[in-house]
């Protein structure tokens, strides 16, 4: 089946750093992506990770192991604009090519 | 403007009725794909087109249609809809599939039945 975790809500504080961990089970894998979401507003790409290890991009990281089925989302000095939910999502090759399957999302709150 | 759009952006009906759902993809995307949004289900799969073919079909309940155009926009069609069905859907747009940057995001339409 596919199943995919992460926590639900987190809270941080301004200026400092947070991580958000997601576990995936999933019957194929082609590559594993971070969306943020602000409320009622549409997801908007943050990142993308297909092999191991880690990628920077700016403020945000995005981590992956393929062995552990296990990726994070790295927030560096945090924005009051930053909260938002941040969506994990994997690629599944299994007889739906191209097709993102979504966790329910992690809303962080990023407090003065 | 993320270049997909999405009409209308907000939707009332009444139980029982139907109602279409209009996406026109990014220029030069040939992917369609349509999700489901209800605050404690999160984005939910339901269907794929690719250059006017279904390609992927997830959770989409057989109330729900959709296709896609020569010109590659794209609708989605709720019949006989229930309290249930109130939800945000999104259309996404990538220029084909296996691709890797993910999907470009509509604003969404938010139905709510009534």
């Known amino acids: 089946g596919q199943n995919i975790d992460q926590p639900t809500e987190m809270t941080a504080t301004e200026g400092a750093i947070v991580q958000i961990n997601c576990t995936y089970q999933?019957?194929?894998?082609?590559?594993l992506f971070w969306y943020q979401q602000h409320a009622g507003e549409a997801p908007t790409f943050l990142s993308y990770?297909?092999?191991?290890g880690l990628e920077e991009k700016g403020r945000f990281s995005s981590f992956l192991s393929r062995s552990k089925g296990y990726s994070y989302l790295l927030l560096k000095e945090l924005q009051m604009k930053d909260s938002a939910s941040y969506l994990c999502?994997?690629?599944?090759?299994?007889?739906?090519?191209?097709?993102?399957?979504f966790g329910k999302g992690t809303k962080l709150s990023v407090k003065p | 403007d993320s270049g997909v759009t999405q009409t209308p952006k907000h939707l009332i009906t009444a139980t029982g009725q139907r109602v279409t759902l209009r996406c026109s993809p990014r220029?030069?995307?040939?992917?369609v794909y349509w999700y489901q949004q209800s605050l404690d289900q999160g984005l939910q799969f339901l269907i794929q087109?690719?250059?006017?073919?279904?390609?992927a079909k997830g959770n989409i309940l057989e109330r729900f249609s959709a296709q896609q155009f020569p010109d590659l926009h794209s609708e989605l069609n709720l019949s006989s809809l229930e309290l249930g069905d109130s939800a945000l859907y999104f259309c996404?747009?990538?220029?084909?599939?296996?691709?890797?940057?993910?999907?470009?995001f509509g604003s969404g339409t938010r139905l709510t039945v009534v």
């Open positions: 087109y690719y250059n006017g073919e279904e390609r």
């Open positions: 996404a747009s990538s220029v084909a599939t296996g691709e890797n940057y993910g999907y470009t």
């Open positions: 220029s030069g995307d040939l992917s």
């Open positions: 999933t019957s194929g894998f082609n590559g």
């Open positions: 999502a994997v690629r599944d090759e299994g007889g739906s090519q191209g097709n993102l399957i």
């Open positions: 990770n297909v092999l191991d």
